[in-house]
């Protein structure tokens, strides 16, 4: 998933990144410290960072609640939140927060809301499989998290009307299958079963989705608060991205 952030790096370079919901040591950051990026790390809780900070696997975290940013208006030039948005309690808070603070625009790569705005072979299908698994008694999964939380799934129709109503002018998405294998991150990446099973489903994914007979569980969707010029919207749909032009507000002053 972080290859999908290349692109954006080598088209805007030398910007100041932060990111948000990166507890886990952060390792959102430190692949962007791989690409020689100056970021920050934050998360509402900062254990693990300080681990990361002291063995060198980060350079700056701080402790921030994604709901209440502590920085200035436009302190960053880039927010990446990696599959954090869904488990936060109010997430349009805290993605208010995350453009708030961003100068250039703000990356979400957050799992997709598949059964929305579906086509009649995507809504047949899912009936298909929805049936199926019943038969063979294959439980659905649950909208809530273990400690609670509603699962929110972002959507390019909801992410659209955010931007619409602060007046952005692109958005720029791509999809991503991933499947999730229990202890799967424990296995070693290579020749294993495990990691053999997670391709074989991906590759499954990506040929259903290909067919159009299904919609990519992750989206990568980046909201832009700055116009992008004609020759970066050719160099996002080289490498396979969709770049969505907004309509403007014609009652606001620029």
Partial sequence: MYSYLNSILDIYKGNRWLTVGDGRYGTDAHYLLQRGVQVTASSIDDTLLKKAKKIGFIHTFRKENAECLSFKDNSFDFVLCKESLHHFLRPYIGLYEMLRVTRKGVI???????????????????????????????????????????????????????????????????????????????????????????????????????????????????????????????????????????????????
């Fill in 108 to 254: 979400l790569i957050e799992p997709n809301d598949v059964e929305h705005n579906l086509t009649i072979i995507q809504t047949l299908f899912c009936v298909f499989k929805t049936y199926i698994k019943k038969l063979i008694r294959i439980k659905e999964p649950s909208r809530y998290e273990t400690v609670g939380n509603y699962i929110f799934r972002i959507s390019l129709e909801e992410i659209e009307k955010v931007a619409l109503s602060l007046d952005f002018p692109i958005i720029i998405t791509k999809g991503i299958n991933d499947i999730y294998l229990k202890n799967g991150e424990f296995q070693k990446a290579g020749i294993s079963l495990s990691h053999t099973i997670l391709k074989i489903k991906i590759w499954a994914l990506d040929a259903l989705c290909y067919l159009g007979l299904l919609k990519p569980n992750i989206l990568f969707i980046a909201i832009m608060k700055k116009t992008v010029t004609e020759k970066e919207k050719k160099l996002f749909k080289e490498k396979g991205y969709s770049v969505h032009s907004l309509s403007r507000n014609p009652y606001l002053k620029r």
